[in-house]
Every structure is written in structure tokens, then in C-alpha cells.
């Protein structure tokens, strides 16, 4: 265990960075299809070259029948039979994420509404054109958070030959599109399923699909997903204050001794994911296993510099620089400032207004009083001389 402190900076929250050893795990990835790693025609030819073995991480790809799988790829959905379909819908009812891919459309189609338990989706073949290309995607997707850097989130290089058209009208409001081709075709859907997602894509990785296995994007997005499960090659996946510690192999359901880096112990259920609320060495223990996990304040918290205007400017957000407000960009945006300066100008007018008729009533109200003056005077003069008047002089 270690841990890196920066001094002489004034705001502390963010300067330490705790590192935990790397742990030995073997990742269990169920792979459906054909395991021929030779075959650059092959699904699993690219699969196997994108998870390398290393001195932390044992791969153990696992046949359909065989269970336990932290991960589960599905190259084609056509594919699968009723008892497999049974099997990754387990899987999925149990927390593991899983990759499918759309191949054959009638087949396709009843195995994926199996899995999803929605009887309505549709599929088709995609209309024939030379290629498709990635439109929109969504970054903020935690699936795709290895995309968030704006220096590796181009796809657009990466064509697609043949592709599936899927209904989004029918599909289920809890799946979500991750991506879709620039035709506005669903290329990557989501579907929350049990405790798990079913990551399916309408195309392909193999190059008679795409070029997808061929590009630098693809093993980036294995581990990504492979990270949901909380797997990872080498050191273990990044974890960051508010997050669940990833899981621990915990096959005897032994409970499990949560310690806090102050040193605070927390009992556990064996199937719960212990919270790391605080940044620092946090501690799993279980029946004779102890594994230890470095958790980190959130990258994005230390990024307490004022945005440039640029940023603000890229939203559609005007800025007066010195003063001087911004040239519009185009003529709708023109109408808009000239709309708020008529806007403003209104107002003003209404406020002169407002004031010239308070001004008229005050003058009223003054010339009703002086007007009853007289009046009041002649009620307030004295009643005894109207009841003995003086008598009239004599001759």
C-alpha cells in the first residue's frame, strides 16, 4: 500500500492519492459462441486478443453450461437455444453485465425479446447503403466512461457494413440507446435485466460487419464493460469516493468485515458491495482473504478553475469580453439580442409612464383639496350670527 501526498498546495482535500497492490483474480467470461482463436473470421479471435493475460489477471473463458461468470458475450443471439437463453438470462438476474450482438433477425429477434421479457420488439434488416458511421453517442453513460477524454471519443473513422434496424418505439422505457448510426438507427442499446445490463449491439465487430475489432476503440470498450463487473487487467479498477468497493471473490459466502481508512470496522452481508463514503485505504476481510482497495477523490472535484469563455461560448452561451458584447453568429441569434433590446426599451417606456400617471393623480387629489377650501370655510363660521342677526338701522 501507498500513498502520495502533495505539500504547499492551498487546498488540501484533494493531495492525497492512494494506491492499493495489484490483487490476483481470474476473470470468468462466458463466451457462447465457437472458441476458435485462429480464424480472423471468428468473433473470438478478436475477443481473446483483446483481454491479454497478465501477472495480476488470469482469463478463463467459459464454455455455455458452465457457470460463475463475472462476463458474458453473446456473438451472435441467433445462436443461442432455449437452454443457453435460460443461462444468460441467470446470469443476468444475478448482477453480470453481458454483450450480445443482432445477427440473424427472426431469430434474433425471439431470443432477445426472451431475454428482455418484451414481446414487442422489433427487428429488421437495416437498408442497404455503402456504410454507416457513429452519430451519437452518450459519453456520460458510466458504460462509456473510457470515452470520456475528447481525445478518444472520435468512432467516426470506424464504418459499419451491415447493421439491424430495431424499432426504438418498441422498445421497453427502461432500455436506453448508447449510440446510434448517423441515420439515427439504434447502433448500441442498453436493457436493464434483473440485476444486470444487456449491452446489444445492431452490428458486429468482425470485419464482414465492421471495422470495429480492427480499431483502437474496441478494446477499450471490452474493458469498460468488463468494468461494470468491476474486473479489470493489471491494477484494479479505479474506485472513487461514493462508489461501491468492486467485488470481491467471495465464493464461500463468507460475511464480510468492512474497515474504513480511520480504522472503523463494518459487518456485512456476503452479497453486499460495501460503499466507500471517504478517500483512502479502504479493507475487505473474509474467511481467511484480506483485500485491500485504494479509493480516491473524484478527478472532476480538483478542476476548481474558472471556465474560459470559450466553454461557455461552445454551449450557445453569449459573453461580453471587456465590456463589449459578443457579435451574433447568425442572423436567428441577431434577432434574438435586437427581440431583448425592443424588450428592454418597452420596459423603460412603461416605467416613464407609470411615473407621469402617479404624477397626474397626485395633482388631482392636490386640486380636489384646494377646491374644497371655500367650502369648508363657510361651514366653520359662526352659528350665533345666523340665529340673532343685528337688526336693520332705522331712518
Known amino acids: 500500500t501507498a500513498e502520495l501526498v502533495l505539500s504547499g498546495d492551498k487546498t488540501d482535500f484533494d493531495n492525497r492519492l492512494s494506491f492499493a497492490p495489484a490483487t490476483h483474480r481470474t476473470a470468468r467470461i462466458l463466451y457462447t459462441g465457437e472458441h476458435d482463436a485462429n480464424s480472423a473470421r471468428s468473433p473470438f479471435y478478436y475477443v481473446r486478443r483483446g483481454f491479454p493475460e497478465t ?87 458510466p458504460l462509456l466512461a473510457a470515452f470520456g477524454d475528447p481525445q478518444v471519443r472520435d ?97 464461500a459466502g463468507d460475511a464480510l468485515t468492512h474497515i474504513l481508512p480511520d480504522g472503523t470496522k463494518k459487518s456485512l452481508a456476503a452479497n453486499v458491495r460495501p460503499i466507500a463514503d471517504t478517500p483512502g485505504l479502504h479493507t475487505v476481510t473474509f474467511g481467511q482473504t484480506t483485500e485491500h482497495f485504494a479509493v480516491n477523490v473524484p478527478p472532476g472535484e480538483s478542476e476548481t478553475a474558472s471556465l474560459p469563455f470559450a466553454e461557455f461560448e461552445a454551449f450557445g452561451i453569449p459573453v461580453a469580453r471587456n465590456g463589449v458584447s459578443p457579435a451574433p453568429r447568425n442572423a436567428a441569434e441577431a434577432e434574438k439580442i435586437r427581440s431583448r433590446e425592443r424588450d428592454a426599451e418597452r420596459e423603460k417606456q412603461q416605467r416613464i409612464w407609470q411615473w407621469v400617471v402617479f404624477s397626474v393623480i397626485l395633482l388631482l387629489i392636490l386640486e380636489t383639496w384646494l377646491a374644497g377650501r371655500p367650502a369648508r370655510a363657510s361651514n366653520t363660521s359662526d352659528p350665533a350670527d345666523s340665529l340673532n342677526p343685528e337688526p336693520a338701522p332705522t331712518s
Open 55 to 141: 501477472g495480476e489477471m488470469k482469463l478463463l473463458f467459459l464454455k455455455p453450461g458452465e457457470t460463475g461468470a463475472d462476463f458474458v458475450i453473446v456473438p451472435a443471439l441467433s445462436e443461442l437455444d432455449d437452454t443457453q437463453t435460460e443461462a444468460v438470462r441467470a446470469a443476468l438476474d444475478q448482477g453480470t453485465t453481458t454483450l450480445a450482438v443482432i445477427d440473424d433477425v427472426d431469430k434474433a429477434t425471439a431470443v432477445l425479446q426472451k431475454l428482455t421479457d418484451t414481446p414487442g420488439i422489433e427487428i429488421t434488416e437495416a437498408a442497404e447503403r455503402d456504410y454507416a458511421i457513429l452519430a451519437r453517442i452518450d459519453f456520460d453513460h
Open 155 to 251: 468512432f467516426t473513422k470506424i464504418r459499419f457494413w451491415k447493421s439491424r434496424h430495431l424499432t426504438p418505439e418498441s422498445l421497453p422505457e427502461n432500455a436506453s440507446v448508447l449510440a446510434a448510426f448517423d441515420n439515427g438507427d439504434p447502433a448500441w442499446i442498453l436493457f436493464p435485466v434483473g440485476r444486470g445490463s444487456l449491452v446489444v449491439l445492431t452490428s458486429g465487430w468482425t470485419p464482414t460487419d465492421s471495422q470495429l475489432a480492427r480499431s483502437s476503440k474496441f478494446i477499450p470498450l471490452l474493458y469498460s464493460l468488463c468494468g461494470a463487473g468491476g474486473l479489470a487487467s493489471g491494477a484494479a479498477m479505479p474506485t472513487f469516493a461514493g462508489e461501491p468497493l468492486p467485488p470481491v471473490e467471495n465464493e
